[in-house]
């Protein structure tokens, strides 16, 4: 028989065995009523949209080349080219045989003048002369000196093929100092007679100055070299690698004005605007021109999308530094889960967040949330982000206090990818080089960007592209004219 000491050890010992036994069946029962473990099926990867798609969105804008051209400039021009001798004939028997020789020289400055568009030239010359004069059937020669004004006006047009015209009429002369030889010691007027010869050469002379301007004046050149110009990708932002492209559609041109001593009109540009990332687009010299259109009035407008772009590594890094390793609790403390990891990729227009958990919930769950730009706080944030249905479905049956509580509302509110300073970047970049800033020899281009607005932001394969629009006013100033 057992002693009655060892028989009372063996009655606890057993009794506390089957409470230490009862005890971890039922915390284990707790742990496997507190810790569920999902494994929802991802949401797929999808993109209904592509980075080029995205880089190639155009915006129909005008680029202004005001043209400003002072009437003393034109006066200058003209007076540098013309000079000395302008015109000779030096045969007594061509022209029918005229009995007449002559040499033109310009006497002062060409005035220029514009009423009404038209240009009104003064040209003073002095005109030496040498003419037969039949005289009781003896031809006796005589020169003579004499100086006049002649008056045109011209009316200068570009045709649509970029052809320059112009229409110039005769209107008549003034004599300063008339012609007269002497003829057996007297001085004979011959005024009738030179006049009649001038008149006579009035027309061919109007239609020599018409064909010359034709022929001389090479309008397709310069035009041509300033459309490769305005074509070739011009740098906003060498930081990010970003290109303003033009592509320009059409030319349009104002009638000319005379108005203040100048000649104004206005080329405008039309084209599409776009801009792009990565290496220099490759763009290839353009051979022809479009027509000329004359347009009463052209749009000053200037409209730009700008990017900035997050790629996917990116953001994921942006946002696990905020939530990895974030604790949080529900129900007072009796569920806690922690944050271990978050990838980021797209379906569409809606970036999916996948937040792998650890705590009262093991394994993964898929968040979906349209993005936006918020301009105020200049960053790539989401609206409406919730579960996606299976990761739903499935909490629903193993852990409806996650879906009960604020964790989708928190990750919204509190997921921001940063951008603003890639778009202020593009912005200071772009409106420094439209600040004042020479092309080419010559072309002055200056600019203000007056607005930025928000556009969207599109999921492409490669990253998140949020496009903001910037409008203003661009000039280009043509000096030299």
Not at 283 to 295: D, F, M, R, Y
Request: charged content about 25%; some cysteine; aromatic content about 8%.
């Amino acid at each position: 028989m057992e002693p009655r000491r060892l028989r009372l050890n063996k009655i606890i010992f057993t009794t506390l065995t089957r409470f230490l036994s009862i005890l971890l069946i039922f915390l284990a029962v707790q742990a496997c009523k507190h810790t569920a473990t999902t494994n929802p099926k991802a949401p797929k990867a999808a993109y209904s949209v592509t980075k080029m798609e995205v880089q190639n969105d155009k915006f129909l804008s005008t680029v202004n080349i005001p043209v400003s051209i002072a009437l003393t400039d034109v006066e200058r021009q003209i007076n540098s080219q013309v000079n000395g001798l302008i015109y000779e004939d030096n045969s007594l028997t061509d022209n029918d045989d005229d009995q007449f020789m002559t040499k033109v020289w310009k006497r002062a400055p060409i005035l220029v003048s514009a009423q009404d568009s038209l240009f009104h030239f003064k040209v003073p010359l002095k005109i030496w002369a040498k003419a037969g004069m039949t005289v009781l059937g003896f031809t006796k020669y005589q020169e003579t000196e004499f100086e006049l004004d002649l008056k045109f006006a011209t009316r200068f047009s570009i045709d649509k093929n970029w052809t320059a015209s112009t229409q110039t009429t005769s209107e008549g002369y003034e004599w300063v100092k008339k012609p007269a030889v002497r003829i057996a010691g007297f001085d004979v007027p011959v005024t009738s007679i030179v006049g009649r010869l001038i008149d006579k050469n009035l027309g061919k002379i109007t239609k020599a100055l018409d064909d010359q301007v034709r022929k001389e004046i090479d309008l397709r050149t310069p035009v041509l070299n300033a459309w490769n110009t305005i074509r070739q990708p011009y740098l906003v932002s060498e930081k990010y690698r970003t290109w303003l492209l033009v592509v320009p559609k059409r030319i349009l041109i104002t009638p000319f004005q005379f108005e203040k001593g100048a000649i104004r009109s206005t080329i405008g540009i039309e084209g599409y605007t776009l801009t792009q990332t990565g290496a220099k687009p490759d763009v290839k010299p353009a051979v022809t021109i479009p027509e000329l259109i004359v347009s009463k009035e052209i749009p000053d407008q200037f409209r730009i999308g700008l990017l900035s772009e997050a790629s996917y590594a990116e953001a994921t890094k942006v946002v696990s530094n905020e939530f990895v390793g974030q604790s949080y609790e529900f129900r007072d403390g009796r569920y806690k889960i922690t944050i271990r990891e978050i990838d980021l990729y797209g379906q569409n227009n809606n970036l999916i967040i996948k937040a792998t958990l650890e705590g009262s919930i093991n394994g993964a769950i898929y968040l979906r949330g349209q993005p936006f730009y918020d301009a105020q706080a200049r960053t790539i944030s989401l609206r409406d982000l919730h579960y996606d249905l299976d990761t739903k479905n499935i909490l629903y049956k193993t852990a409806s206090w996650l879906l009960q509580g604020s964790f989708a509302r928190t990750l919204e509110k509190q997921l921001t990818i940063p951008v603003g300073n890639q778009i202020d970047e593009a912005r200071k970049s772009l409106q420094a080089r439209l600040t004042n800033n020479q092309i080419t020899k010559g072309v002055i281009i200056n600019g203000k960007l007056e607005q930025v607005s928000p556009d969207q932001v599109y999921l492409t394969q490669e990253s998140l592209l949020a496009v903001v629009y910037a409008t203003g006013k661009i000039n280009l100033k043509v000096e030299g004219l």
